[in-house]
Structure formats: C-alpha cells, structure tokens
C-alpha cells in the first residue's frame, strides 16, 4: 500500500475568486497508526505555483513519509511542501500527498499558505456558495426566498429543504408553494455548474401565515395560586378587564409527573379551581411550566419524548391552547443538555398539537440575550423546535433607573438575534416576541412604576409584539416603601393598576 498520493487533475473552469484549501482526511488504518491524506485545490482563478501546509500533530503521535515530503518537524508542529514534481497547480486542479502516523487523533491548527484550512467542501471550478436566504414575503401556503449571488460561473440555484430539493431556478429567488397553514421549514441553498454544486448556503426557516393566537392571550400576567395571598381571579377580570393569565408554576411532583408548584396535583386543587372561575367568566389560561425555584420536569424527564409527554399530561388536563417554558437558572437555562430536552420535546408537542402555541420565558442582559439565551434560539433554529414566540423577562437585569430604555434596548437586542438566527424581518422578528417585566420594585431595586409600564406597553403594540406579561398579578396591589413582597409591588398605586394597563394590550 502506497503511504503518497499525488496527483494533477486536468483544468476545469475555475471560480473567478477563491482561496487555495487544504482538506485532512484520515484514508484508512495501519495497525498502530493511520494513513493520511492532504489535498490542496485552488480555486483562485490563477496557476498557484507553491503552497504550504503546516499542522500540530496530536501528543505522543510521530510522523513518517515518503517522497520527500516531510520539509520540518519540531516538536509536534509539521510542516509540507510542493516540490519540482508539483511546481504548480492550474486553476481548478488539486494535488495531494500522503504520511504516515503513529498513535491516534486528528492534526490540530491546520493552515495552508498561512491561511487557516477550510474544508474541501467545494468542487473544483463549481460556484462558490450563496448568501443565506432570507424569507421575503410568506401567505398561508407559501414562502417566497432571497439570497445574495454565489461568485463563479453558475448555472442555477437549488432551493433543498432537509436532503429534497424543492426548487430550482435560474434567478436568486424562488417561491416555495403548496405548504400547510401555520408550518415551519427550513431552506438552504446551493448554485451549480457543470463542475459541480457550490457548498449549501446558510439555513432559514420561515413560517406560514394563518397561525392562530389565542384571541385576548397576548397580555396575559402571571396569578400564583401557591403564593402571596392570591386575589380571586374573578375579582381581577372584574376590575380590570383581563381575560387571560398565565398560572404559575407547573413543577416536578416527583420524576417526570407534572404538578403545581411540585405538590399540587393538576385536577381538583386551588388551580383547578382557578382556571374553571376564569374560564366561566370568559377568560381562559395558560400554564407557565418551569421557573426560578423547585424541582422542575427539564432535569427529571430523561429524554425529549418523556418531557414532551409531562407537557402533554399538562395540555390536556384543561384542554390548552398555550403553553408558556419558563427556562431559569443553572439547572435549565444554563445547561446545554437540559436546553436541548426542552426544546426536542417542544417540537414534539407542536407535531402533536399543531394549534397550540408554544412560548420559551427567559432571563436577558440590558443590550439583549446572554449567551445562553443566543444559544437556546440558535439551537431552536437548528433542532427545528417550531417555537412560536420568545419571551424576555427585562427585570434583575441592571437596568437601573430607566427601565423603560433598557427594556427597549433589550427587546432589540431579542429582536436582532432572531433575525441573525431565523433571517426573519424586523416585522416577523417582533411578531414573535414577548415581554415579560415585574411591577413595582425588583429585587434588585429597579423601579416599573405605573408611567413606565404604560410606556413598556405602547412600544411592545407599536411593534406587533406576541406577548406582554408581568411578575405578578398577587403583587399588583400598593404598599409604599414596603420593599421587594410577594403580595404588593412596593410602590404606590392602585389595586390591579398593572394588570388593567397589560388588558388593553
């Protein structure tokens, strides 16, 4: 068995700009080592008249090869070159070489003509790849897309969803037809020639039109039937003419079994007996599932499938159209495994229960999503969880005296990721976005007053935001001075203020 493998492949019609690539492939074993292979391509257009490629190579491996080609090795760091019998390669032409390794792993901090190596994932002399689509326009049934042009000689586009190709056209734009009502894909794109397919283009996924929000659901504030002296919810509605309120909190009652407040079971206890009074007065509910404290379903559930059913025991103990994911803390928010749980099981209610929307609450910084909260989005785009509106909670945030500003600056911030994430517009940016504040005086002495939140309120219609809410309704009620309470805001102001300035959302 040869260890080298060098090669000159006829010219082919190159790219007009490109970059000389490097591609390390592990071509099979050798009993205690491997043999390896670099390939270089140039797709610049011009004759490449000398390359280099320079790698670590992994602790404890050594390196043997043959022709030559072996130019440095210090310590662990290895360096290839061309020599007379490669002076060149044409445009569109590859050539590679082998060695031999001792020991196991992958070279690390590949580079080649000081650049860092990128791949091989184009063909020689096909295009470059598109700019990733963007959603230009959507109706009940369809999705029409954008992309910037890829360079090089291109033929046409393919528009594939998944591996299937669902358009094909000559342009940089196509409309996807024939789709459902309220349904999600996800599209990349890829420019041919005769040399070949470009790499795919970033993804998009749009949704159709036709999504039904639950009517009077947008403004929904949270009631807590476990926890600071809670008002009657008929007394409430009564007052303020609020018809929706998100119930709090939906916990462990042991392993993956769904109870409130952890203790609680779903039917014939207090919050049962909530949601009939709210119901019977023409309002309806939806449950917050998660939360700052106590033993929550996304670490005791131990697969998506198990979670998704603990959400579905939820849905149809009070027939729901809305569930709302309160992802908190260290043991959801901020551990990648127990994000992913929640949002695997999430696409699995939505397969299930295509009517009821979905809505993940968490925590922000003042400019926008913290790491963690970019990466639940970006992994909502990737796992395809079909997640109908996000939610931040703009409050112990840092935003000080002017709470208005900062909830806007954050907002924004929510705003742009989702349109870097899903390519979204602003317009469908903000439709899937929510708010959810704290009334009166946060733990961390930040103040909403009254004047604020109307404000917070007008900005969120202004936008055609999903979703307002605000941390509590137990606590709308007036205690001056009285500090941070579970049931009264610690500013002065009148009974239900809050809730009454969220109805009219």
């Avoid at 029409?144 to 669902?166: D, F, P, Q």
């Avoid at 007996?273 to 033993?295: F, K, T």
Wanted: net charge neutral; charged share 15%.
């Amino acid at each position: 068995m040869c260890a080298l493998v060098l090669a000159l492949l006829a010219p082919v019609a190159a790219s007009a700009a490109g970059t000389v690539t490097a591609t390390f492939a592990k071509t099979s074993d050798w009993g205690s080592g491997y043999e390896a292979k670099y390939t270089i391509k140039n797709d610049t257009g011009a004759a490449v008249s000398g390359w280099r490629v320079e790698f670590d190579v992994p602790s404890g491996s050594t390196i043997g090869s043959y022709w030559d080609a072996l130019l440095t090795t210090s310590g662990q760091h290895a360096a290839f070159t061309n020599r007379d019998y490669n002076a060149s390669i044409a445009p569109g032409g590859t050539a590679s070489f082998g060695f031999l390794v001792s020991g196991s792993g992958t070279p690390q901090n590949c580079t080649v003509n000081g650049a860092s190596c990128t791949g091989g994932t184009t063909t020689p002399g096909a295009p470059s790849a598109p700019g990733a689509p963007t959603v230009t326009s959507r109706t009940d049934t369809s999705l029409a897309l954008s992309w910037s042009a890829s360079t090089g000689t291109v033929t046409g586009y393919r528009v594939y969803e998944g591996t299937t190709v669902r358009a094909t056209v000559t342009g940089t734009s196509a409309t996807i037809s024939g789709l459902g009502t309220c349904s999600s894909h996800t599209y990349t794109v890829k420019a041919y020639n005769s040399a070949g397919e470009s790499p795919a283009s970033g993804t998009v996924t749009g949704t159709t039109t036709g999504c039904t929000t639950p009517a009077g659901g947008r403004g929904a504030p949270y009631l807590y039937m476990g926890w600071g002296s809670p008002p009657s919810p008929t007394t409430v509605m009564s007052a303020t003419g609020i018809k929706w309120f998100t119930m709090a909190f939906i916990l462990s009652g042991g392993g993956c079994s769904p109870a409130w407040d952890g203790q609680r079971p779903l039917q014939g206890g207090a919050d049962a007996q909530a949601i009939s009074q709210i119901r019977a007065a023409g309002g309806d509910v939806l449950p917050s599932i998660g939360g700052w404290q106590g033993n929550k379903l996304g670490p005791n559930c131990a697969t998506p499938e198990a979670l998704a059913g603990a959400y579905q025991q939820v849905i149809d103990a009070y027939s729901l159209k809305a569930i709302d994911i309160d992802i908190e803390n260290t043991d959801e928010f901020e551990n990648e495994a127990v994000q992913d749980r929640i949002l695997g099981a999430l696409k699995i209610v939505k397969q299930r229960n295509p009517g009821v929307q979905t809505i993940l609450t968490f925590g922000t910084a003042t400019t926008g999503p913290n790491y963690y909260g970019n990466r639940l989005i970006k992994r909502a785009v990737e796992l395809q969880a079909n997640v109908d509106v996000f939610t931040i909670m703009p409050f112990d945030f840092g935003g000080g005296s002017d709470m208005y500003g900062n909830t806007v600056s954050a907002s924004e911030g929510l705003k742009n990721a989702l349109k870097s994430a899903f390519g979204w517009s602003d317009a469908t940016a903000y439709s899937h976005m929510g708010i959810s504040g704290m009334n009166g005086l946060s733990d961390q002495q930040e103040v909403t007053s009254t004047a604020t939140w109307t404000s917070i309120r007008d900005w969120a219609k202004s936008k055609g935001l999903a979703r307002l809410a605000f941390w509590s309704v137990n606590r709308d009620r007036p205690c001056p001075g009285g500090g941070v309470a579970e049931n009264c805001s610690g500013i002065d102001q009148q009974p239900w203020d809050f809730t009454r300035i969220t109805a009219s959302f």
